[in-house]
């Protein structure tokens, strides 16, 4: 299992990778392999602001149907036209073109809440 080291992390295994005021969000690869073949994702709060913690969107895989949860509060720019046609890519590359959505942040200093690489490692005992 990969653990990427310049992103935070939340307990709910979703990842926050910050490019000045956006944010990329994606699932963790520990994440990904829980959820074994990923075979849709659904996003239909683009355009939409939302808080912390707040649902944004659910991920399917052929074991079951999950939420995923907004790390950090802000407004849905864009979904991954990739993941949209290929939700596998979620499997193959989590951390890379795996990114869910695009966000602009409402609060910056809520990444101090979310964990680091190595605190997800502990987290997850890996």
Same mark, same amino acid.
């Given at each position: 299992?990969?653990?990427?080291?310049?992103?935070?992390?939340?307990?709910?295994?979703?990842?926050?990778?910050?490019?000045?005021? @956006? &944010?990329?969000?994606? %699932? !963790? *690869?520990?994440?990904?392999?829980?959820? #074994?073949? /990923?075979?849709?994702?659904?996003?239909?709060?683009?355009?939409?602001?939302?808080?912390?913690?707040?649902?944004?969107?659910?991920? @399917? &895989?052929?074991?079951? %149907? !999950? *939420?995923?949860?907004?790390?950090?509060? #802000?407004? /849905?720019?864009?979904?991954?036209?990739?993941?949209?046609?290929?939700?596998?890519?979620?499997?193959?590359?989590?951390?890379?073109?795996?990114?869910?959505?695009?966000?602009?942040?409402?609060?910056?200093?809520?990444?101090?809440?979310?964990?680091?690489?190595?605190?997800?490692?502990?987290?997850?005992?890996?």
């Amino acid at each position: 299992m990969k653990i990427a080291e310049n992103l935070f992390y939340t307990e709910s295994h979703e990842w926050v990778r910050v490019e000045g005021n @956006e &944010a990329f969000v994606g %699932v !963790s *690869d520990f994440a990904q392999h829980e959820l #074994g073949d /990923i075979v849709f994702v659904e996003v239909d709060t683009v355009g939409e602001t939302l808080s912390q913690g707040e649902v944004f969107g659910t991920i @399917e &895989a052929v074991k079951t %149907v !999950s *939420d995923i949860y907004l790390p950090i509060g #802000g407004e /849905i720019l864009a979904f991954n036209d990739l993941i949209e046609s290929n939700p596998e890519t979620i499997n193959k590359d989590p951390y890379g073109d795996g990114w869910i959505i695009k966000i602009k942040m409402s609060n910056p200093a809520e990444l101090d809440g979310l964990m680091s690489a190595d605190a997800y490692q502990a987290n997850v005992g890996a």
